[in-house]
């Protein structure tokens, strides 16, 4: 069963950056796609940034594009969101999210998330 633990959050001013982490529990990681979503107190849960099995396939949303970086070391089983010029409505708890097609379908596992609040 992979477990995704993140970590890396906390309080930053405006402008500032993070790098969040993504730590998964089995190997290789590049079983897996992975992807970073966020979700705003009164939001829905909405998709940040994903990052292919190979590392060469990567997608932002709109709202982060050329802000936040994804990245992902297949080797220390970590995927990485580096995020700079971060604004107040980039506040919210981020998730790490994992996917695998098996034969049965999709498999698919969430971390617990680590909140990042932007505000001075």
């Known amino acids: 069963q992979l477990q995704l633990v993140e970590s890396g959050g906390g309080l930053v001013q405006p402008g500032g950056s993070l790098t969040l982490s993504c730590l998964a529990s089995?190997?290789?990681?590049?079983?897996?796609?992975i992807g970073w979503f966020r979700q705003a107190p009164g939001k829905e849960r909405e998709g940040v940034s994903c990052?292919?099995?190979?590392?060469?396939?990567?997608n932002y949303a709109d709202s982060v594009k050329g802000r936040f970086t994804i990245s992902r070391d297949n080797a220390k089983n970590t995927v990485y969101l580096q995020m700079n010029s971060l604004k107040p409505e980039d506040t919210a708890v981020y998730y790490c999210?994992?996917?695998?097609?098996?034969?049965?379908?999709?498999?698919?596992?969430w971390g617990q998330g680590t909140q990042v609040t932007v505000s001075s």
């Open positions: 089995v190997s290789p990681l590049e079983l897996y796609s």
């Open positions: 999210h994992a996917d695998q097609i098996v034969p049965a379908g999709v498999s698919d596992y």
């Open positions: 990052i292919s099995k190979s590392g060469l396939s990567r």
